[in-house]
């Protein structure tokens, strides 16, 4: 079967190109650590709730694994506008983590990701 020699090849080049990467994948995650770290002190006490009526914000991982899925976009304005409608400043850090995380750390992942597995 050709497709199975293709296929096992791919998944060598995948399992070459994983160590190699993983240098910009610790750097990205612990970017969004130090974001999320700032956004858990910044808004902890504010006593804001989210759309969906939790709690914003409400301990560390929480802060994390929604700064974690605003790097998706999948929640992007959902996440901001507690902040945005207390004080219309406080979308700045928003922007500021987007454009580092979205725009610049995932081109560079990508970037890393694309020349290793075209190296290996």
């Not at 612990?30 to 504010?46: G, N, Q």
């Not at 992007?76 to 995380?101: G, H, K, L, N, T």
């Not at 081109?107 to 990701?113: D, G, K, N, P």
């Amino acid at each position: 079967i050709p497709e199975g020699r293709q296929i096992r090849r791919a998944f060598r080049n995948i399992r070459r190109t994983i160590p190699e990467i993983s240098s910009v994948l610790i750097l990205f995650l612990l970017v969004i650590f130090l974001f999320s770290m700032m956004f858990y002190k910044l808004f902890k006490d504010k006593g804001m709730t989210k759309v969906e009526g939790t709690p914003y914000f409400q301990n560390f991982f929480d802060s994390y694994w929604d700064l974690y899925v605003l790097v998706t976009t999948a929640n992007s304005p959902d996440i901001m506008m507690p902040a945005y409608d207390q004080y219309a400043f406080y979308s700045i850090f928003f922007i500021v983590f987007e454009v580092v995380c979205v725009y610049i750390f995932m081109s560079i992942f990508l970037a890393v990701v694309y020349n290793n597995y075209r190296k290996n």
